[in-house]
């Protein structure tokens, strides 16, 4: 026989058996508690009870005997543990625990299921409830929540019960899941997710939604996570009361979120009504998605009336068509579905590098730029050309129209490309195509994209109405944000290279990219070739009378300029570095970017939200 001693200083609280009872390895002994902690002490072979040596209230010390237990084999039917489990006792795993059976029911709030109205109102509209959105965004089970439990600091004017049914996590759904996690892996894919939840509380933003999104900001920055933000609903929300303060204009939420700007990938996505603080922290997204149904301003109707500055309806203020026109908006699409898709597409150029892929036929390239050289196209064939089959993501397309931007993949690698459109202006970039092209310079050097830049301009807009929109701030941009960039450029003249528009589209001059080459269509002048004939002989076309014949020493002199400004006279005087087969440019691209280096990023400030 061998004495069952205590393995702590402590007090007996519970003596679980008497002596001649039977026992098992693992059935209670005794009770004892130390430190308001009680341990349960269990046998660890099967014995008979054959004295006990404490009661309840004994205060004993490590090493003590307790009681003294007979080792014996002891037959199934002899064990002093019941057969049965009886009503109420826990069962395997823990499910029948009455701890675990209060969490499921609160959680059970969160659910849409829960708020059959709300989200029925939602469909009605045709849109998605907050949580849909995520599961759509998130792939399936990866997305954790953050914050659940929240209600509306409101405890002093409403019940718990109420803020519980009604308020769900405070109106704003946070946490972190993966996009494109099939493709890229779970490190490349973990991506912060944040959405206001519009059937709370009209998405109004609450102390406690914004203590969550500040959690989840510090979490995104710290650990350099990508950032999906759903903005929708309203600003700051008056009703909360818990707090004791007078217009939470201390919160850190806005400059939290400013801060990730160049740091991480940052996506807003805007449908229905997004104002006020919504729409401030969409603007400080690098790229914003937008539905057409969509309204998005700084102020909402409230706001506006009460600056005394008239009454209108939601819709009247910063409809999408408005907003995707001056530059807010840079991805329009139908409705939400269609945002996350946009979404997964965007987060993927900055997830890394794909295997699979197909190219286009590149024989198409040849075609892309007409024989008659004063002929419009589209040059958006030509980026289409150069990039991997279903890469290519327009970007901003509303404004700035002088100027294509995209995204894109070639061999996998995601790129960024910007192309004059000489369908605009014939391809002459203007205040709003500059800024256009600087900002997307800018988003692309944050995040290590190389830059395809598709030259064909005739320059920078000129003229009296041009200049009264600051053209020369604007363009100027183009050379400031090119002379800091830290990745390759590769430029590629397409037909027209003309003047400092051709220089700023070629990072600031010819020589400034990895290489700068140009199809046999290329040709090159300080100025437009037909007004340098104008200006530079202009006594010779007036010594020759007015009509066909001054017409005809025109078209000579234009032709010799032609002839001298030419791609190959370019290539022959180094000041190019090739003229190319237009079939042959995506592996040009292909070379250059597998020789190409992208420079550690330094210290440096956020992304132009313009």
Not at 158 to 173: K, Q, Y
Request: glycine letters at 12%; aromatic letters at 4%.
């Amino acid at each position: 026989m061998k004495p069952f001693c205590s393995p702590l200083q402590s007090q007996v609280v519970e003596v679980c058996v008497s002596v001649g009872d039977a026992v098992r390895a693992g059935d209670p002994l005794v009770i004892v508690e130390a430190m308001k902690m009680e341990h349960e002490l269990r046998a660890v072979a099967d014995g008979h009870v054959t004295e006990l040596c404490c009661a309840v209230g004994d205060v004993v010390q490590e090493g003590d005997a307790l009681l003294v237990l007979a080792p014996v084999v002891i037959a199934p039917e002899a064990a002093s543990v019941p057969a049965e489990v009886p009503a109420g006792a826990p069962v395997a795993g823990g499910a029948g625990r009455a701890d675990l059976a209060r969490l499921r029911e609160r959680e059970r709030f969160l659910l849409d299921a829960a708020r059959p109205e709300a989200v029925a109102k939602r469909h009605a509209l045709g849109l998605r409830t907050a949580r849909e959105n995520i599961a759509d965004l998130c792939d399936e089970g990866s997305f954790i929540e953050y914050g659940a439990l929240a209600v509306a600091a409101q405890r002093n004017r409403r019940s718990a019960e109420d803020l519980i049914a009604n308020t769900p996590a405070d109106g704003m759904v946070t946490g972190i899941g993966s996009v494109n996690g099939a493709e890229f892996g779970a490190g490349r894919s973990r991506t912060v997710v944040m959405a206001y939840d519009a059937t709370v509380l009209a998405g109004t933003q609450g102390m406690r939604n914004h203590a969550k999104t500040d959690r989840l900001l510090g979490v995104a920055l710290a650990q350099k996570l990508p950032v999906v933000l759903f903005a929708e609903g309203g600003g700051g929300r008056p009703g909360d009361t818990d707090m004791p303060i007078v217009a939470g204009l201390h919160v850190g939420t806005f400059a939290a979120f400013a801060r990730l700007s160049g740091q991480v990938p940052v996506v807003g996505i805007a449908a229905g009504r997004c104002f006020a603080g919504n729409a401030a922290l969409l603007g400080c997204s690098d790229v914003v998605i937008a539905t057409r149904s969509s309204n998005i301003g700084m102020g909402g109707p409230a706001m506006i009336e009460g600056g005394g500055l008239g009454l209108y309806r939601p819709e009247e203020i910063g409809p999408s068509e408005v907003q995707h026109a001056n530059g807010v908006i840079d991805i329009l699409v139908e409705n939400e579905a269609e945002a996350v898709v946009a979404a997964k597409h965007y987060l993927s150029f900055f997830q890394g590098c794909t295997i699979g892929w197909a190219a286009p036929d590149p024989q198409t390239l040849r075609d892309v730029v007409p024989e008659n050289r004063v002929r419009a196209y589209d040059s958006r064939a030509a980026m289409a050309g150069l990039v991997d089959v279903g890469s290519l993501l327009p970007l901003r397309t509303g404004f700035g129209a002088g100027i294509h931007t995209a995204l894109g993949r070639i061999e996998g690698r995601p790129v960024g490309l910007m192309a004059n459109n000489p369908l605009h202006q014939g391809g002459a970039i203007d205040a709003d195509a500059a800024d256009k092209a600087a900002r997307f310079m800018q988003l692309c050097d944050a995040h290590g994209l190389p830059i395809v830049s598709l030259v064909d301009t005739p320059g920078f807009m000129v003229g009296p109405a041009t200049e009264a929109t600051a053209q020369v701030r604007h363009v100027s941009r183009l050379f400031v944000r090119a002379a800091h960039l830290r990745v390759p450029v590769f430029a590629v003249v397409l037909r027209k290279g003309y003047g400092l528009g051709a220089m700023g589209m070629s990072a600031g001059g010819f020589h400034a990219p990895a290489f700068t080459v140009a199809w046999p269509s290329a040709e090159f002048g300080a100025m437009g070739l037909e007004g340098a004939v104008r200006l530079g002989y202009r006594k010779e076309l007036e010594a020759v009378p007015e009509g066909p014949q001054r017409e005809a020493l025109f078209q000579s002199l234009l032709g010799q300029m032609v002839a001298r400004g030419a791609a190959t006279e370019m290539a022959g005087t180094l000041e190019i570095d090739a003229v190319i087969d237009p079939a042959e440019t995506r592996a040009w691209l292909v070379r250059g970017l597998a020789g190409s280096r992208v420079a550690a990023p330094p210290e440096r400030g956020g992304i132009d939200t313009w």
